[in-house]
């Protein structure tokens, strides 16, 4: 299953390789940088336990609202426009005053309106914002995964055990200002306090990041692997420039 939004540093081409490289069998499977979960609705292997999270509370409003109420999301996208007015408007317009299945609309509208998933700039493109027909589908998927709105290092705590296995795609190094992390600021000492609370974990964890000096440093001594993959604008403008990432692990 794919995920039904894009984002800023999802892992649609990467999803298979992570997969791949899961244990056999997980008890507790939690994804810490949720994000658009290409991973999680990619797997094939529901774990007892699965955990959604993420510290954009906008985007894990527009989560539960999916996951508990579709067609009330459904309903309020028909009567959006894809139009550079009416993004401008909600972008620049505060959420004072609404409910929580308005706000999840809106944000869903400003992903998919906006270029590169960024919801900074209007895409200006020919496209169908209000095809949704897949969300019944996701709100099945969701239906017994539990759904955060942590700091990273507060939900490791929380859901670590010898039968955990961790998910962690934070944003890049030196790439931190492109994601969408509401008011949060996740900056290099974050990255040095994420690599230190892996480092204690009772469970296993599985961590995508770009393949850089800096990171390959921060966690020597453990797992790390370099793969290759097709930059995300290829089959967009014909390009064959290959991105290199990071795959690491504790196991």
């Known amino acids: ?24 069998k997980i008890n507790k499977y939690v994804e810490v940088f949720g994000g658009a979960a ?3 609705f990619h797997k094939d292997k529901h774990a007892e336990k699965e955990v959604y999270n993420d510290i954009n509370s906008r985007l894990v409003n527009l989560f539960r609202c999916v996951k ?4 009330a999301v459904i309903q309020e996208m028909d009567y959006l426009l894809n139009s550079r007015e009416m993004f401008n408007c909600f972008k ?28 900074s700039t209007f895409g200006a493109k020919p496209r169908d914002i209000n095809r949704l027909d897949r969300l019944k589908d996701i709100q099945n998927r969701l239906r017994t995964v539990i759904i955060e709105n942590k700091g990273f290092d507060t939900l490791i705590k929380q859901y670590d055990g010898a039968d955990t296995l961790y998910y962690c795609d934070p944003p890049y190094f030196e790439a931190e200002s492109f994601y969408d992390t509401g008011s949060f600021t996740f900056d290099e000492e974050q990255h040095r306090i ?4 892996l480092t204690g974990v009772k469970g296993r964890f599985i961590l995508s990041y770009n393949d850089c000096q800096y990171i390959r440093v921060l966690y020597n001594g453990f797992n790390i692997e370099s793969i290759e993959r097709q930059s ?9 420039k290959v991105y290199r990432e990071l795959i690491i692990r504790n196991y």
């Not at 299953?1 to 056999?24: H, N, Q, T, Y």
């Not at 508990?68 to 067609?71: A, L, R, V």
């Not at 995300?232 to 064959?240: E, I, K, P, Q, V």
């Open 1 to 24: 299953m794919d995920s039904f939004i894009g984002w800023v540093g999802g892992k649609k081409l990467l999803k298979k390789a992570i997969c791949e490289r899961f244990p056999g």
């Open 38 to 40: 290409w991973v999680l």
């Open 68 to 71: 508990f109420h579709p067609d």
């Open 92 to 119: 620049n317009q505060g959420s004072e005053g609404l409910t929580d299945i308005q706000k999840a609309a809106r944000y869903l509208y400003l992903i998919r309106a906006s270029y590169g998933s960024k919801v």
């Open 194 to 197: 994420l690599k230190n609370t």
């Open 232 to 240: 995300n604008l290829a089959s967009r403008y014909g390009t064959d």
